[in-house]
């Protein structure tokens, strides 16, 4: 059973605009959130990651927030560009087993000019 | 930089033969991983290791064993290999600690004929 799932595996922007991948889990023992790119042939890039006593994390064009009541998080480009089109990963951790990451599916996103 | 390097980007091998895929790091990290990617399944944790000749399996380990002998290099066993086992295998190494990102090597695609 997922116990972190990306329920789109693929999504389309325009460049320029704002592209929101979600993410949602339903281990509450998770407590540390992460977001990594892949490109074909390359190994995942860890992107930005977000605690849980936090509700928003921001690095440049990209945000990720937090809702722990809801146990979702997302992830905000801003603006899009047309490099932003790898597959994005969401992973989560458990403090009391930190050295394992449960993976979502992962979300490939477009960013059409 | 973190470099994580595959012995191979591309390997070709025959159902029954054993198969090693090695992995070196070269930022001193204590906690290595492999995983192999595939289409709609995403990242599956084959086994991890969190010291020198310790290992801990991960989600899918069947069919698969380990070696770390040196802090530096994971190997990755495949004592007889199928078909099914043909994927893309990533290696990943991460410092000790709840909160540490994961670095991965470009991967291996192992194709099992």
């Known amino acids: 059973d997922q116990q972190v799932k990306q329920n789109s595996p693929s999504l389309s922007v325009q460049e320029g605009r704002i592209s929101i991948l979600n993410c949602d889990y339903t281990?509450?023992?998770?407590?540390?959130f992460l977001w990594y790119k892949k490109y074909p042939a390359e190994g995942p890039t860890f992107l930005i990651s977000?605690?849980?006593i936090k509700d928003k994390n921001e690095d440049g064009r990209f945000t990720v927030f937090l809702n722990k009541s809801a146990k979702h998080l997302s992830l905000h480009i801003v603006p899009s560009q047309p490099g932003d089109s790898p597959v994005y990963f969401c992973?989560?951790?458990?403090?009391?087993?930190?050295?394992?990451?449960?993976w979502g599916l992962g979300t490939s996103l477009a960013v059409n000019p | 930089d973190v470099k994580v390097t595959q012995s191979s980007r591309y390997l070709v091998k025959r159902t029954g033969e054993k198969v090693f895929l090695e992995c070196v790091q070269d930022?001193?990290?204590?906690?290595m991983f492999w995983y192999r990617q595939d289409p709609g399944l995403g990242l599956r944790l084959i086994y991890f290791?969190?010291?020198?000749?310790?290992?801990e399996k991960g989600d899918i380990p069947e069919g698969y064993s380990v070696s770390r002998e040196k802090k530096e290099r994971f190997s990755l066993i495949l004592e007889s290999a199928s078909t099914n086992q043909t994927s893309m295998y990533l290696c990943?190494?991460?410092?000790?600690?709840?909160?540490?990102?994961?670095?991965f090597g470009p991967g291996t695609r192992l194709t099992v004929l």
């Open positions: 990943a190494s991460g410092e000790q600690g709840a909160q540490n990102e994961q670095f």
């Open positions: 930022m001193d990290h204590e906690n």
């Open positions: 290791s969190y010291d020198v000749k310790m290992k």
């Open positions: 281990n509450s023992m998770f407590d540390y």
């Open positions: 977000i605690s849980s």
């Open positions: 992973a989560a951790l458990n403090a009391g087993n930190n050295r394992k990451l449960i």
